[in-house]
């Protein structure tokens, strides 16, 4: 017998908001931010950029004008991204 399912969105939208969440973005963003450093030239500047949508987000930049060939022809911030267990996926509206 099927069960009624609601979607508590407050709840959802509490937990995306919470420290915890946070916590696990800023560590995933660290942790892709490290895998980049293997994979490209040392001393090639990585920034890992927190901020706040809805909830907390963040962006890891390679800070180099070198950093799109290197993306385009090796892929860099998507392995990367999947060396953290990450699913890369095109941008859709």
């Known amino acids: 017998m099927l069960q009624d ?11 995306l908001r919470g420290q915890e969440v946070r916590e696990l973005i800023d560590g995933k963003a660290q942790e892709v931010a490290d895998n980049v450093q293997a994979l490209v030239p040392s001393g090639t500047p990585i920034e890992v950029r927190k901020y706040t949508t809805d909830r907390g987000a963040a962006t890891v930049v390679v800070a180099d004008v070198r950093a799109m060939a290197w993306q385009a022809r090796d892929g860099i911030l998507t392995r990367a991204a999947g060396f953290a267990g990450l699913e890369v996926r095109a941008w859709q509206r």
């Open 5 to 15: 399912f609601r979607l508590d969105t407050a709840g959802v939208r509490e937990i």
